[in-house]
């Protein structure tokens, strides 16, 4: 389940896991982010017992910030945030800048607004644009039928460009640590509009059934047990499988010898820097002799 919570204070700090209070009650689970008091999170995970005392704690696997998506609403959070501003504040704010309060640098209100509290204006707008800019990237990626904690992995790899790196090839999300190709064909791809036969899709099994033949222990394998991998995964397109391996083995991420033979990149990579360490020494302990 998922439980929006303002935080308040940390309990128990062991980066990055934590035990955390918050409004909704004591919770715990890893937070990958700086936590300011006030920060409202969304969290996904369970309620559970505690072992020890019998409390009830809620029990997270990943912790998201979540702003308001309304200007309004998000100038609430914003004075929530800002250490000397208020309700008077708020409604000042509102009335004199409406939708344009973000640009409010310095701000401008009827009574003298105080150096320090400037300084903490300013801090919270800047800090509020990245939360802003991740609940999105986040809310964008999760609504692909994403994970909370897919959709965290690819914003802590791409940061503010993961839309722009998902929309473009959303194959990218099976690069992520712990995530995969068979994933993204388990209704993910379909909405991002994905065909059977988009070249995106042609790649990413030719890379995927690779990893996956290579796995076993052997990083050349024969042409005929590709093929006959990747067949199983794109039946339709074996004219679109070559030119894939092709335009692969031009980026260097798949080495075609023409000899039968096909590995990733990054494996023929390794072979051929032990052969020039350990071959070249053996050529010339030859020479010496």
Known sequence: ??????FETIKVDRKPWYVIKTDKGTCKGVVNFDL????????????AENERWGSKEFCFKTAMISVPT???????YAISQTKGLGEAALAEIWETYREEWTTAIPLTLKRAVSESVQWNWKDTLTRIAMQKQQSQAIGFVMG???????????YKEWGNETVSVVTKNPYKLADLPRYGFMLLEAGVRQTFGIEDLDPRRIEAAVMYSLGDLTGAGSTAISEEAF????????????H???SAIWDLNKQGKVCYTGLGLISLGVDSANEKKIYSRWGGENEREEMEL
């Open 240 to 242: 679109l499988v070559q």
């Open 36 to 47: 300011t008091a006030g920060d409202m999170l969304e969290l996904e995970g369970q309620w």
């Open 70 to 76: 309304d200007s309004r609403g998000l100038l609430e």
């Open 144 to 154: 692909h039928k994403c994970t909370l904690a897919w959709a965290q992995a690819a």
């Open 227 to 238: 093929y006959d991998n990747v067949g199983k995964l794109v039946p339709d397109a074996p």
């Open 1 to 6: 389940m998922i439980l929006k919570a303002k």
